[in-house]
């Protein structure tokens, strides 16, 4: 059972560079969810999608882009990645309903822009 | 949600018990604990949840106060891969699937 895999694990970008970082769940999961975490510090969030076909924007949703491609899969997209953009990325997804569900995490990728 | 703190850091003898407290005065009827963790490089773990019950998974018990003004997250026998961060986060009962908000948490050192 892979859980929430992400891809790629590490990139190294220049400056003006686009990207797509790709996550996908196996849980059946309608909630997703992309943050970033810089060095010392929690995580933010950038942009979630509650269910298929809807994304909203998080605390950081400056220079991303996302899309809920299908149930399973959620990617952000830097369209022109800038140093400040430097971080951990790490997707999550969550079941809906009602109540308290947990979310459950990929391993994150690593990225540096210089 | 309300806010939570907890120490900085803390260290645990490998095998003994590790107690992380974790302090939420300001928790209103409706908010459960969470706790999660975060091994170095790895993306966090969900460890257990509670609403004003103990709870016991396993993987660790949770031990919430009568007031519900605190709780203890408790690793029974810690291992030296229990070495993460550890998260205390507090979250309405009708949040549906808004994000969570992790804090700074509390680094735990499990030494042999």
């Known amino acids: 059972n892979a859980g929430v895999t992400q891809t790629p694990k590490f990139q190294v970008l220049k400056t003006g560079q686009s990207m797509t970082l790709q996550c996908a769940q196996d849980?059946?999961?309608?909630?997703m969810y992309w943050y970033r975490q810089d060095p010392g510090m929690g995580l933010r969030l950038i942009y979630y999608?509650?269910?298929?076909?809807?994304?909203d924007k998080g605390e950081v949703p400056n220079g991303y882009n996302v899309s809920r491609l299908n149930k399973r899969e959620f990617s952000l997209r830097l369209e022109s990645a800038a140093p400040s953009q430097t971080s951990v990325y790490f997707c999550?997804?969550?079941?809906?309903?009602?109540?308290?569900?947990?979310?459950?995490f990929g391993d994150g990728t690593r990225l540096s822009i210089l | 949600d309300a806010k939570t703190t907890q120490p900085t850091s803390m260290d645990c003898a490998e095998g003994r018990a590790a107690n992380l407290p974790c302090n939420h005065s300001?928790?209103?009827?409706?908010?459960?604990v969470y706790w999660y963790r975060q091994i170095h490089s790895q993306g966090p773990q969900y460890i257990i949840h509670?609403?004003?019950n103990n709870e016991t998974n396993e993987m660790a018990s949770l031990i919430i106060t009568e007031d519900r003004k605190s709780s203890t997250l408790i690793l029974p026998h810690a291992t030296l891969r229990d070495t993460a961060v550890y998260y205390c986060?507090?979250?309405?009962?009708?949040?549906?699937?808004?994000?969570?908000?992790f804090g700074k948490g509390t680094r735990l050192s499990v030494i042999a």
């Open positions: 849980m059946n999961h309608n909630s």
């Open positions: 509670g609403l004003k």
């Open positions: 300001t928790i209103s009827g409706n908010e459960y």
């Open positions: 999608s509650a269910s298929e076909g809807t994304t």
């Open positions: 999550a997804s969550s079941e809906l309903r009602v109540g308290n569900q947990p979310q459950h």
């Open positions: 986060i507090v979250r309405a009962m009708n949040s549906g699937n808004t994000p969570l908000v």
